[in-house]
């Protein structure tokens, strides 16, 4: 059975309310800050918001946006194919389950800090944010779609092999529709965690030209509004482009199976 909705969904004037609360309380809070003559460990919205506005006609502003959304985006990429084919493959094998298991365990207990340091010795730093972006995310995409393949309805599958369904129809009509939705819920969870991870990489890796260079530079030079501007920024972007590639992944699901893979089977 696949995942339902959760209940008691938050509507957006409740959302808009919550926020509009969290940002008095950090308006106060940089405020009471200020007045005690320590305004540069928090700046407040009003000064994140004017520092971010005079960073968006710099070029290179833009340019690490780009750079880091590339990196990151490509690493979720990868683990977004590889962790299908690996799911599928653990399926049809249950010795590649066995041999694969204590390797998504590793990375799934090992601190992000910990691996970035480690994949410093392999891979520049220009290019760490994409290794690390899919060693997070590969494991949460391997988990979903092999737990989709293992809820697959037996029945239709069996069915399938009466009639001898050729592999391509049985693709598009059993497993694309019980297998679809998990790896929708895996995508969302995953977008966010590549793009923590890999920001997390670039800030100890360095990486000339990103996202999280800026950060460190913001953080070494007290610079709080930038480094408030550029925190906002990742929301923003992450928010942005989870919505894009989750709207894509629908349409693709939506070409492949000849209908709307993405809504909740019963």
């Known amino acids: 059975m696949a995942p339902k909705p959760a209940p008691n969904r ?11 609360f969290w940002v008095a309380v950090w308006q106060f809070a ?37 750079f880091s959304a590339a990196r990151i985006l490509g690493g979720f990429a990868l ?23 204590p390797v998504m365990q590793f990375v ?10 480690l994949a410093l010795l392999w891979v ?26 293992r809820r697959t309805d037996p029945g239709l ?12 129809r049985a693709l598009r009509a059993i497993w694309l529709p019980g297998v679809w939705p998990y790896l929708l819920q895996s995508c969302e969870t995953g977008l966010g965690l590549c793009w ?11 990486a000339s030209g990103s996202i999280g260079e800026a950060l460190y530079q913001a953080k070494i030079f ?22 894009v590639a989750l709207a894509l992944l629908r349409q693709a699901g939506r070409a492949l199976g000849g209908g709307d893979l993405t809504c909740t089977r019963n």
């Not at 923590?196 to 360095?206: D, N, P, T």
């Not at 007290?222 to 919505?243: C, D, N, P, R």
């Open 124 to 149: 520049s730093s220009a290019n760490l944010a994409v290794l690390i972006s899919f060693l997070m995310v590969l494991p949460v995409i391997y988990a979903a779609v092999l737990e989709g393949i």
């Open 30 to 66: 940089a405020f009471f800050v200020g007045r005690m003559g320590l305004g540069f460990l928090l700046a407040g919205p009003w000064e994140t918001v004017r520092v971010l506005a005079g960073m968006l006609p710099q070029a290179a502003f833009w340019g690490r946006i780009g």
């Open 79 to 101: 683990a977004l194919v590889i962790g299908c084919l690996l799911a599928a493959a653990s399926a049809a094998c249950p010795p590649v389950q066995v041999l694969l298991r």
């Open 10 to 20: 938050v509507s957006r004037p409740q959302a808009a309310a919550a926020i509009l």
């Open 222 to 243: 007290l610079q709080t509004g930038e480094l408030f501007a550029w925190t906002l920024v990742i929301i923003l972007v992450s928010a942005a482009l989870e919505k």
């Open 108 to 117: 799934k207990a090992t601190p992000v800090a910990s691996i970035i340091i």
């Open 157 to 168: 599958l069996e069915m399938a092999r009466v009639f001898r369904l050729p592999f391509g």
């Open 196 to 206: 923590k991870s890999g920001v997390a990489a670039e800030v100890i890796g360095l």
